[in-house]
């Protein structure tokens, strides 16, 4: 069938059409990567202080506490 015969208005078709089209949505990168980065210092910074700090207990047991001699 010729598409000039058909009984559908082919401008209402169209505009058919482009409502039923998927809206594309473009994902920014940029918060994704900053998040990304942030997250990343924030375990680097941590393990370094962990590494780094000095142990919370100072005070040594004697060594009869430890069952030495």
Not at 2 to 31: G, N, W
């Amino acid at each position: 069938m010729d598409p000039r015969d058909s009984a559908l208005d082919p401008v209402a078709v169209a505009y058919v059409r482009a409502l039923l089209r998927p809206k594309t949505r473009i994902q920014k990168m940029a918060p994704v990567l900053a998040a990304a980065a942030f997250a990343a210092f924030c375990a680097l910074s941590f393990a370094t202080v962990m590494v780094l700090a000095p142990p919370t207990v100072t005070q040594h047991l004697p060594d009869d506490r430890l069952g030495g001699p």
